[in-house]
């Protein structure tokens, strides 16, 4: 199983951005899908972005147009670029693919 450490996270105001990164254990290349989460306090964690393959992304409908995700296998690494940042998307991020191990994630907080 591989483990991501994220990092990255912070405190910024209302419009900012954040560049969140996660690295993994071991090699991502047999990896497929991976995906950026997030939980706030009092709410289940969700699905915020994924990457399929090097290209192929998807997106939660409150944060599209306002992050990207990306890849690099070379350094085993996982982004998560956000801008135009609100008060709503306070919460611990992670990285994660299905079978793999939840890590302790990175706290962003959004102050407006």
């Known amino acids: 199983q591989v483990q991501f450490v994220e990092s990255g996270g912070g405190l910024v105001q209302s419009g900012g951005s954040l560049n969140l990164s996660c690295t993994a254990s071991?090699?991502?290349?047999?990896?497929?899908?991976v995906g950026w989460y997030r939980q706030a306090p009092g709410k289940q964690r969700e699905l915020v972005a994924e990457?399929?393959?090097?290209?192929?992304?998807n997106y939660a409908d409150s944060v599209k147009g306002r992050f990207t995700i990306s890849r690099d296998n070379a350094k085993r690494a996982v982004y998560l670029q956000m801008k135009n940042l609100k008060s709503e998307d306070t919460a611990i991020y992670f990285c994660?693919?299905?079978?793999?191990?939840w890590g302790q994630g990175t706290q962003v907080t959004v102050s407006s």
């Open positions: 990457v399929s393959g090097m290209t192929r992304t």
């Open positions: 071991q090699s991502t290349r047999s990896i497929y899908s």
């Open positions: 994660y693919y299905n079978g793999g191990v």
